[in-house]
């Protein structure tokens, strides 16, 4: 269960079977202007994350993480290669829950809902239904401002959740731009054990970048590293192989788990210092 | 494998019993003071001040440093104002003025607020007539009266010309800088959550920009009701009527300070109790609705 299998050598991993793909990236670059000051953000990135797989994108800064994620969240386009995303309208979630201040947190929920056309009563049984999975039922009522910030990233989750429940069918996806990175120690750990919690309950595929190498080894069925400007993928681990059951992943063990952050941190230290030798 | 099943179902509800708990620390506490606790410390120092003024006043009075016809008694315009309201003059006069105030200002709103979305929107308009906008607002309305004069001559048009020059452009400046502050990331989660330009708009970008729309309007009254009394100090005329600009003006012309005074208060009286009945409730309930009611 907690064999680290390092797949730098053989990315077709990722194409097994047993798993249907809901994001595929082939080749894909963004650069921001033109000319000589253009500024290549990604580069030939090739990238699969199957159906309910958990996927933590790690990189320092300026790897061109959120830009990665913007691509996969159709909020941009790549300059070369292509992005299919075989499900239906991705979840978004940034750093900041970016609710909504004048809604409650039931009527932020019912967002993507009602930007879909749902009805009314159909529109509040799904939002309930969101709230009670990220345990904020009963609190549907509160505005934002009257929440704290584990709340408030809760509702957004549930509202990133109500993109998946938008009519479209086939499997949920839910893109995560540093979800956790604003809270404090205590709530993120909450939330980070919640967020496992809700990945095992909708079985949605889940791409989540962070640049906290711990997070990623508590989080991650696969790593994957990316280096900075332009970023490219530098290697993958895969920590846990759920395999086809979509959801009884267990965590390595307290000494796997330590040697595995340890193993990344080196490489993630390798590739930030290679930028100033130059 | 039973046991971690049990292992991890004891560890779920430990996980939901400490995420309770973190809600209940973290969530803010509403402090609420009791209704006459805020009357107390709202209510009471403004009519503090109002008493302070008038004890100035009849003081300067009192020690007769100026001629009577320069500074009435506070009684003898209290008077004044008494027999306005006692033969019910005051209410035609204030029916004049102030149903030409709301009327130029509903009028100002809703030529304002398409105008202006439209030029916060399209960006070339924007740099074009943005900063005129901007400018105008600087002009003070009375330069319009003359032109308004002769473009109209002594009629009602005149005086709901200079009340829109007056107040268009404010409401339009309080909408777009609205629309400016609207937080980028909300714009992201619109685009996010699937909406186009349009439902964007409607969902998000208006409701965001109410707060900035409303202080706009506030401004845009403010204005209207100076431009008003600007047009009707300047523009006199029997089928005008007699409105409190022309009652200023009338005591001016008879030479009655306490008059003049009289008509200067209820000038002001009028256009605070609008802002303190009409806009300051409802800017209010937008700004506590949104945990922003801490300014107000």
Redesign the interface.
Known sequence: MTAVTDTTTSPQRADSPEREVAVRLRGVGRSFGAGPRSVVALDGVDLAVRAGEFVCLLGASGCGKSTLLNLV?G?DEPTAGSVDVSTG?PA?M?Q?P?L???LSARRNVE??L???GLGRAARRAVAEELLDLV?LGGQGSR?????????RQRVALA??L??TR?GATGLPLLLMDEPFGALDA??RD?LQ??LL?VWRATGAAVVFVTHDVREAVRLAERVVLLSSRPGRVVREWTLRSSGGDGGAA?GPTGVAEAEVTEEITTALREVISSHGRH | MAGTETGSRAEADGLADVAAGLDALDTPVERGTPWWRRLLTRAVPPVVAVLAVLAVWQALWAAAIWPEFKLPAPAAVGEHVGDLVGDGEIWGVLWVSVHRAVLGFLTAVIIATPLGLLVARVPLLRNAVGPLITGLQSLPSVAWVPAAILWFGLTPATIYAVVLLGSVPSIMNGLMSGLDQVPPLLTRVGKAVGAGPLTSARLVSLPAALPGYLAGCKQGWAFSWRSLMAAELIANSPQLGVGLGQTLEQARAMNSMSGVIAAILLILLVGISIELLVFRPVERRVLRGRGLAGAV
């Not at chain 1, 505005?143 to 709340?151: A, I, W, Y």
């Open positions: 969240a909020l309208r978004v940034f900041e970016g909504m201040p004048w967002l993507p009602r930007v879909a345990r505005r934002p401002h009257q929440l704290s910030g584990g709340m509202r990133a109500a993109c938008t205590i709530t909450i054990a919640e919690r267990l």
